[in-house]
């Protein structure tokens, strides 16, 4: 786990230390030790902490101009024991949707496992978003599966197979969007 670094060909465009609105702001990595871990695994050190043991994220884009911002996150997420989805909300979104973030991807091809712990959270994000939205993007099927028995599906749209690592920041806005509310056909 310890090679899997953060998604990084972005950062011409955007670094959340650099960012004075980002939760992230001036934070400080070590670069030569690493001293985070997931269990008895160490982890990359770009990974940013948000108070739990299993999971971590890494804020890739925002726009504030456009309302989206795109995440990753790397781990466990374990809503039973540590409430992930509450610390992800207090610690990093809240922080952007009050800086007029609503639309949200969050890219977790790295998430290991989903413990659910009910849906209030994600109803919450839900209620908050207005005209906005949260997608989670390459989710693991086991782990999509998981939060579709939480029902966690009435509020966040799940979607795979985008080859997201390609692209620029606002291409994979546009497809999500797009699966989100796809065109309407002409009608001749």
């Not at 994220?57 to 995440?71: A, M, N, P």
């Not at 599906?153 to 994979?172: A, G, S």
Request: aromatic share 18%; charged share 30%.
């Amino acid at each position: 786990m310890q090679d899997i670094e953060p998604y990084f060909k972005w950062r011409d465009f955007y670094i959340a230390e650099d960012d004075h609105l980002s939760p992230f702001y001036q934070r400080k990595y070590n670069e030569f030790t690493y001293d985070k871990h997931i269990y008895n695994f160490f982890i990359h050190p770009q990974w940013d902490d948000i108070g739990s043991e299993t999971l971590f994220v890494k804020i890739l884009f925002v726009d504030y101009e456009k309302s989206y911002c795109i995440i990753e996150c790397i781990g466990e997420w374990n809503d039973a024991i540590s409430n992930d989805i509450m610390l992800l909300k207090r610690e990093v979104l809240e922080p952007l949707l009050e800086e007029g973030i609503n639309k949200l991807v969050v890219i977790g091809e790295n998430v290991l496992n989903f413990h659910g712990g009910g849906d209030d959270y994600y109803a919450e994000l839900h209620e908050e978003l207005e005209s906005g939205f949260v997608s989670f993007v390459n989710f693991p099927d086991h782990v999509v599966r998981e939060f579709l028995m939480e029902r966690i599906h009435n509020y966040i749209f799940f979607y795979d197979e985008i080859n997201w690592r390609n692209r620029r920041p606002i291409q994979v806005l546009k497809e999500v969007e797009e699966k989100i509310f796809p065109p309407l056909p002409l009608i001749n």
